[in-house]
């Protein structure tokens, strides 16, 4: 009974850290947000994802290209 419980544990927490590993490695590789493959990651993860952002004020998105350029004053 145990090695079951464990199983199934073990299988749903399987099934939360593919997406959300998954969101995190789009994110880190600029993966093409416009791909549906991509939005339906990012849909199926945005449930575990989400408190972590309200909880830490951060936005829900990739930083977008500067162009190198500083805002930095001289």
Do not use: C, H
């Not at 399987?14 to 959300?20: D, E, F, N």
């Not at 199926?44 to 994802?49: A, D, K, M, R």
């Amino acid at each position: 009974m145990r090695s079951t419980i464990l199983t199934v544990l073990s299988l749903f927490w399987a099934v939360v850290l593919a997406p959300t590993g998954g969101r995190f490695l789009a994110l880190l590789s600029g993966a093409n947000e416009e791909s549906e493959l991509i939005r339906k990651l990012y849909d199926w993860s945005e449930f575990w994802v989400e408190p972590f952002f309200r909880m830490s004020g951060l936005q829900n998105k990739a930083v977008t290209n500067t162009g190198g350029v500083s805002s930095l004053p001289r």
